[in-house]
């Protein structure tokens, strides 16, 4: 990259920079027996009409061969609270290592596999691919298709389950502690000891 300016010094721009809004994502692809996926961070709404985004992975993926054979891959949406799959993906696995084999999950248009855990996906079709003088290359996707991924539904207990199921601990408590109460305490005497009153 041609420039005259230096770039600064990451710690110094570090409380700064964070002030731009990050979350994780698992960027995933797929081409014919290969799939992978791997935590991204840096993903980015880049045009409305069509819909585009921008993501920027880490250079020396083994995912950066299959989206550029595939052209195709797609952004996952993940919960807060899911350090599962954050935890299997944070390092994208070896190239040949299938991690999807025993995770559930679904085929978003494209050929992208997409976990159920997931609150949702993005399949987006490759535009343009920058390998910018970075740590980081860029992949831009014209969007094809978005879905929501149905959650297994958890019931809720009824209203006051909780606080009646205590109070019944408490009732049964309070039972066994008087039937303790009215037992006469020390040994059993033998009944065959007992003097027959005459």
Same mark, same amino acid.
């Given at each position: ?9 990451? $710690?110094?721009? $570090?409380?700064?920079?964070? #002030? ?9 692809? !797929? ?8 935590i991204v ?12 985004? #921008?993501? =920027? ?21 993940? !919960? ?11 390092? !994208? ?22 976990? *159920?855990?997931?609150? +949702? @996906?993005? =399949?987006? $079709? ?9 740590? @980081?290359?860029? @992949? ?5 298709? !978005? $879905? *929501? ?5 958890i019931k809720?207990?009824?209203?006051? #389950? =909780?606080?009646?199921?205590?109070? +019944? ?30």
């Amino acid at each position: 990259m041609q420039t005259d300016r230096p770039a600064a010094n990451r $710690e110094t721009v $570090e409380h700064v920079l964070n #002030l731009v809004p990050a979350s994780s994502f698992l960027l995933t692809s !797929a081409h014919g027996e290969l799939r992978s996926g791997v935590i991204v961070k840096c993903v980015q709404q880049v045009a409305m009409h069509p819909p585009m985004l #921008l993501v =920027a992975m880490e250079k020396g993926q083994p995912l950066s061969p299959i989206i550029r054979d595939s052209r195709n891959f797609s952004i996952c949406v993940l !919960a807060k609270d899911d350090r599962i799959t954050r935890k299997i993906f944070a390092v !994208a696995p070896d190239q040949g290592v299938d991690a999807f084999l025993t995770i559930p999950h679904l085929v978003a248009p494209g050929g992208s596999p997409v976990p *159920l855990r997931a609150l +949702g @996906y993005i =399949a987006c $079709e490759l535009i343009r691919h920058l390998d910018i003088d970075a740590d @980081y290359e860029v @992949y831009i996707g014209m969007v094809h298709d !978005a $879905e *929501l991924v149905a959650q297994p539904k958890i019931k809720a207990p009824r209203p006051g #389950l =909780a606080r009646a199921h205590l109070n +019944g601990r408490a009732r049964s408590a309070k039972n066994d502690a008087a039937s303790n109460k009215s037992r006469p305490s020390g040994r059993p005497r033998d009944p065959s000891k007992l003097r027959r009153s005459s």
